[in-house]
């Protein structure tokens, strides 16, 4: 089994900035790639951000510039530092894993956290 709890998420005001976590644990190998997705109330879940195992990094091109992601593989752990937050960011974020386990390379869900951003 993998486990995965996010941490960060709260009430920010428009120019704020916020920190969130993703903490891995249980029966894993290896970690592929890691990323953050979010879901606003009445929309799709969008890719907001990931981040290979080696480091490379990929953005959704309404945060280029305002949100950085990156990861400690000793922690299993991956981050997004979240700057200059637009009332648009406010929605669920959930961080996604790639993970090898003894079934195989599968996908794993967070259980989201939220981020409001209002005045």
């Known amino acids: 089994q993998v486990q995965l709890v996010e941490s960060g998420g709260g009430l920010v005001q428009p120019g704020g900035s916020l920190r969130l976590s993703c903490a891995a644990s249980?029966?894993?190998?290896?970690?592929?790639?890691m990323g953050w997705y979010r879901q606003a109330p009445g929309k799709q879940r969008e890719l907001v951000a990931d981040i290979t195992s080696g480091g490379s990094t990929n953005y959704a091109d309404s945060v280029k510039g305002r949100f950085t992601i990156s990861r400690d593989n000793a922690k299993s752990t991956v981050y997004m530092q979240m700057n200059s937050l637009k009332p648009e960011d406010t929605a669920v974020y959930y961080c996604?894993?790639?993970?090898?386990?003894?079934?195989?390379?599968?996908?794993?869900w967070g259980k989201g956290t939220p981020v409001t951003v209002s005045s």
């Open positions: 996604k894993i790639g993970a090898v386990t003894y079934r195989g390379l599968m996908d794993y």
């Open positions: 249980g029966s894993i190998f290896s970690i592929n790639a």
